[in-house]
């Protein structure tokens, strides 16, 4: 079993910044890839970011590719979401995810996920 726990959102005005992170517990964190999703209210849930268990290979939705960094630091247990120039329409629940342990692959996918954090509130104001 993997614990995920997200912190870092808030409230922030168009054009700036927040990091969002994700501290895992429970399993070897370097076994797993990682996920950030995105749920605005009354959309389904779609794909930000995702980051392979070396954090040698990274992927991002076409939506936040040059604003958003994902990485992450398996000496900290910890994902990173480093988000710049927001904008409303990223206002949402982020939440980390982790598929399988030795999965690299289909991480774009919700369903190739299994293990999910309760999401932190991002709301981008205009």
């Known amino acids: 079993q993997v614990q995920l726990v997200e912190s870092g959102g808030g409230l922030v005005q168009a054009g700036g910044s927040l990091r969002l992170s994700c501290a895992a517990s429970g399993r070897t964190f370097s076994n797993y890839a990682m996920g950030w999703f995105r749920q605005a209210p009354g959309k389904d849930r779609e794909f930000v970011a995702a980051?392979?268990?070396?954090?040698?290979?990274?992927y991002y939705a076409d939506s936040v590719k040059g604003r958003f960094t994902i990485s992450r630091d398996n000496a900290k247990d910890t994902v990173y979401l480093q988000m710049n120039s927001l904008q409303p329409e990223d206002t949402a629940v982020y939440c980390c995810a982790a598929p399988r342990a030795g999965l690299d692959y289909g991480l774009g996918f919700s369903s190739s996920y299994v293990y999910w954090g309760q999401g932190t509130q991002v709301t981008v104001s205009s």
């Open positions: 980051i392979s268990r070396s954090g040698g290979s990274t």
